[in-house]
């Protein structure tokens, strides 16, 4: 049986779902230090931009989508994806920094 291509929003929707889940298990794993506001804060507008990129995809899909609001969604999904993965390498350096640290002083 052969296997039709993915989309290019299917494509950047699970990337992204792999993604949140990889960094939700890292961080489940680790003593993390108490949240702040801050990270309240930029939580808040990572989880909107999961809910944004999920609405373009599902839009996208839709029968009812022109072709140019089928662009101007994709244009829009590829922005919440590349703010997305800045924020979860941020967040991939912290843990690295806070491994380091953990392990030179049980050295």
């Known amino acids: 049986m052969k296997r039709e291509p993915s989309s290019p929003i299917s ?3 699970r990337r992204a779902k792999s993604i949140r889940y990889s960094c939700e298990t890292a961080a489940s794993r680790r003593k ?4 702040t506001r801050r990270d309240t804060m930029s939580d808040k507008s990572f ?3 999961m809910k944004n ?3 373009a995809a599902d ?3 839709g029968p009812a989508t ?7 969604l994709f ?3 590829m922005k919440e994806s590349e703010y997305l993965n800045s924020v979860l390498e941020k967040a991939e350096q912290k843990i690295e920094i ?3 640290q953990e392990d030179s002083s049980h050295e």
């Open 32 to 35: 993390l230090p108490v949240r």
């Open 53 to 55: 990129l999920r609405s």
């Open 66 to 72: 022109s072709l140019e609001e089928a662009l101007a």
């Open 75 to 77: 244009d829009a999904g």
């Open 59 to 61: 839009r996208i899909g």
């Open 98 to 100: 806070f491994d380091e």
């Open 47 to 49: 989880s909107e931009s």
């Open 11 to 13: 494509i950047m929707y």
